[in-house]
């Protein structure tokens, strides 16, 4: 009976092992941050697959979603409604271009790298209205100075 007990407590000690290597990324949704006006915070994010991001309604008026030619083949699409949080589990890598439907022209944008993303390229060439443009050159200049200095 006690091999059974000690083996049960080493089945659930994995099991929460498990869970608790998953990370949870919080990405705000902000009228004015760091970056500037109609931002997400961070814009930028890298986490492994299997890991969540949670984007906060921290100001209203906002709302996440995928646009669409920004997300590796098979990635989950999303899209969040205004002023509600919303959490995606990334397991797919890939880099995922998300974007805040009322504020998009204005650059309120931001960029989730998945693992190994094999689709950069591909996100690059999509296109862009107004300040979104250049607020996504900015994101990709970032990632490739970080994929430099971890090299």
Do not use: R, W
């Not at 996440?64 to 999303?78: A, S, W």
């Not at 995606?88 to 944008?109: R, S």
Request: net charge neutral; hydrophobic share 45%.
């Amino acid at each position: 009976m006690q091999k059974v007990i000690v083996l049960g407590a080493i089945v659930a000690a994995l099991g929460f092992a498990g869970a608790a290597s998953a990370a949870e990324v919080e990405v705000k949704m902000l009228n004015k941050g760091t970056e500037g006006v109609m931002v997400f915070e961070p814009a930028l994010v890298k986490i492994s697959p299997g890991d969540t991001v949670k984007f906060v309604a921290a100001d209203k008026g906002h709302n996440v979603e995928v646009i669409d030619g920004m997300l590796p083949e098979g990635g989950q699409k999303f899209v969040g409604k205004v002023n509600e949080e919303l959490a995606i589990t990334f397991d797919k890598p890939g880099a995922y271009g998300y974007k805040c439907k009322p504020h998009y022209g204005m650059g309120m944008v931001g960029l989730i790298v998945v693992g190994d993303a094999t689709n950069v390229d591909q996100a690059k060439a999509a296109s862009h209205p107004g300040k979104a443009k250049q607020a996504f050159a900015t994101l990709f200049d970032k990632l490739a100075s970080t994929q430099t200095a971890a090299k």
